[in-house]
């Protein structure tokens, strides 16, 4: 292709074999390959009156091509847009969460527009909602020895070994929260090329009925799941919004009953959310229904630490089998908050108790891209690189990194002598903050242990925040306590 790409630059011709119609906007010619004896491809025959007695229309499940109108019945019932049969375990809106349209309101401006006296109120009520936490959080950058030769590996570029470093600190946390073993199955949430599960795959190395179940909405080119052939491990792929997940109606799942790890890297804003309620809420509440009633329902709020250490040890005396736990653990790499939807947050009870709603939400929210937009534009101004803006959908082709920096928000600019570029990230941080609070106080109102901790350098991520969890009641929970 790149041949080719060079061929037409040199000589203002098409190469051999490809579609003779010119591309203005891209300033080519077109690059698919023809039929013998044609000059233009299917798409440009119309367009360049090759065949002009037959009409070429937009295709109505995708505008995006165009079809023969004579041909179109033909074409719905093979194009790759058109609908297709939802598998068992796809369930409308089963992890969305509770609608409440009155909580939202009609419209709201964007920051630009609020009045200093507006947003001078919001930024008090971030910092009295905020006042009494501790928002400093421990170092566990860790790596783990799977990927030692990778990150030694002349042949990897800088950006490949940046990623090396999150995916090798994420797996040395999930070592470390003892939830790399045999006999579990991994999910992996926004699963992009499926590396982060590659890596743990490679960490078990021969480890017995290990299930690999990947997540991910778009198709996906280059994937790497596929590469695997081990007799041990089987790998996965659903193609489904979170949303509509239920982990209940997949066989492996259902029948085999493994106790299930959520892991993720770069789990954008409302994925998260909706990776959380899937796992610990829609999965483990079902499940729980069907077998006894669990040991985490049983420990009260106001329960110590010593009557919680006696429910456990009375727990192990009984010989209560590992799978009766259905979620073994949560590790997340957290990203995007801006990205995140009133609806779909698990960590409304929280705001409500602090006296927030939906309005302060959506601009916390927005605000958050502040801890990241102006360090990431500094940073690419240092080193004279130009970007253009990325469309609002995750990019398959790529894993997130500082993605909140991908958005162009007129909020990160448009405020004159009103704050700081130090105080605007300062407040962003506490905006993400806030937000991955309530999902602590959720993840500790169903019956696990929660913590944040950061992950990896901030140069080598400026998402940098990973979400651990284990349930209550488990060995290892006490043991990381």
């Known amino acids: 292709m790149a041949a080719s790409a060079s061929t037409q630059s040199a000589t203002g011709f098409p190469a051999e074999g490809r579609c003779s119609y010119y591309v203005e906007k891209k300033k080519r010619f077109c690059r698919m390959v023809v039929a013998a004896g044609k000059r233009f491809c299917g798409e440009h025959a119309g367009a360049a009156e090759e065949e002009n007695t037959r009409k070429r229309i937009l295709c109505p499940l995708d505008p995006k091509h165009t079809v023969y109108e004579d041909q179109l019945a033909k074409h719905l019932k093979k194009c790759n847009s058109r609908e297709k049969p939802k598998p068992d375990f796809f369930m409308q809106d089963i992890n969305a969460g509770l609608k409440d349209e009155t909580e939202i309101p009609e419209q709201l401006v964007p920051i630009s527009s609020l009045s200093e006296e507006q947003l001078e109120n919001l930024i008090k009520k971030l910092r009295k909602a905020s006042k009494d936490l501790n928002s400093t959080l421990e170092d566990h950058i860790m790596s783990h020895p799977a990927l030692h030769d990778a990150l030694n590996d002349p042949k990897n570029g800088d950006s490949a070994i940046k990623h090396l470093k999150q995916q090798a600190s994420i797996l040395g946390n999930i070592e470390k929260l003892k939830l790399l073993g045999p006999r ?5 949430f926004g699963a992009g090329k499926g590396k982060l599960s590659h890596w743990v795959d490679i960490a078990l190395k021969d480890a017995e009925k290990v299930h690999f179940i990947l997540v991910e909405k778009v198709t996906t080119r280059f994937k790497v799941d596929g590469k695997h052939r081990k007799k041990n491990s089987v790998f996965e792929r659903l193609q489904i919004d979170i949303q509509h997940l239920c982990l209940n109606k997949i066989p492996v799942l259902r029948e085999g009953k493994l106790p299930v790890v959520g ?3 770069h789990l954008c804003g409302v994925a998260t959310d909706l990776a959380l309620r899937c796992l610990v809420e829609t999965y483990a509440a079902s499940y729980e229904e069907r077998n006894e009633e669990p040991l985490a329902k049983r420990i009260k709020n106001d329960k110590t630490e010593k009557e919680i250490n006696t429910l456990t040890k009375e727990g192990s005396e009984k010989n209560v089998p590992e799978k009766w736990t259905p979620v073994a ?7 995007c ?4 939807d009133w609806r779909h947050y698990v960590g409304k009870e929280y705001f409500r108790a602090l006296g927030l709603g939906a309005v302060e939400f959506h601009y916390f929210q927005r605000m958050s891209s502040w801890a990241t937009c102006g360090m990431q534009k500094m940073a690419l101004e240092a080193s004279n690189i130009t970007t253009k803006r990325r469309d609002d959908r995750i990019d398959d082709s790529e894993e997130h990194d500082g993605g909140e920096s991908r958005i162009t ?6 405020l004159p002598g009103l704050l700081t570029v130090e105080e605007k990230k300062k407040i962003g941080h506490l905006c993400k903050f806030l937000i991955d609070q309530g999902r602590i106080q959720y993840l500790e109102q169903k019956g696990f242990n ?8 901030p140069l080598v991520s400026l998402e940098n925040v990973l979400l651990t969890a284990l349930p209550i009641h488990s060995s290892s929970a006490e043991t990381t306590a």
């Open 184 to 188: 579990r199955c991994f999910v992996e």
């Open 263 to 265: 892991i993720g890297k």
């Open 329 to 335: 653990g949560i590790v997340i790499a957290l990203c």
């Open 337 to 340: 908050h801006h990205r995140c």
């Open 409 to 414: 928000d007129e909020s990160t600019d448009r």
């Open 450 to 457: 929660p913590a944040l901790q950061y992950y990896t350098d």
